[in-house]
């Protein structure tokens, strides 16, 4: 917080790769879910400051997004990233925003899905991430195939060189609504293998800059959930049946379910702040 006070900047990591949380577009800018998420934080941060903040979003991959918290070289990172035990010795967590889970992306004609069905497969990930964490917990015998980007990932699906790509449900329905074939692909299971929040992280020990964190991702849940055009509008920017990504019925009742239960949790914001 002092260090964003006396440089007028927060330095913000987010994804270049994880449409629609965060991604580049085809100019290269960073936009998503996750980073209007950056710019309530950042109009937060303003008011609290009483000065101008300029927001500086820096591309960040999975494996680099807490060690760049660690050493300082950026102050909060919001992109897909989900919460673990491990990952929270190293960094702290914002409360979640969004929720996911972990499924596969296959070749349509594919009967993968089960865990049974995927000893033996080459299953891609992305090194570090809980998409990889859970393929090793249902399926410890799937030959897991490592990537350095989702993009990576999914040109080797395309190309065959693997059975499978595990990534979070809304990222890979987000490239399946993007893909020029998508009619040869599919998603499995049904049924995520996982259910995980999403949720911004920073650095360890920084009380103040994550409760404006917080109040921040409450006071836009709050909002959406009471249907406040500005808020709704950001939603429905991603999600919405003209965004980014669609949501189904029920993938969107599960999002205001879990927002829901997010604001039960803490002390209504008065209106006079949303």
Known sequence: MQK????GVLTAGTSRDALPFAYADNQGKLIGYSVDMLSLIQKQ???ELGKKIQIKLVAVSPAERIPKIINRQVDIVCDASSFTWERDKKVDFSISY???GTQ??????SNLGSPQSLINKRVGVLAGTTNEQA????????KLV???TRAEGFAAIEQGKIDAFASDSIIIEGWLQTAKNQDSFAIAPPRPYSREGIACMVPENNSKFL???NYSLVKFMQGFVNDNPKYVAIFDRWFGSQGVVFLNRDLRDLAVETMQLMIEFHEEIPRKDL
């Open 45 to 47: 941060l303003e008011k």
């Open 4 to 7: 964003v006070a006396r440089t």
């Open 135 to 142: 393929i090793k917990e249902i399926q410890p015998q799937a």
């Open 146 to 148: 490592y990537f350095k």
């Open 104 to 109: 596969i992306l296959i070749k349509k004609d």
């Open 98 to 100: 969004g929720v996911t």
């Open 211 to 213: 409760d404006s964190v």
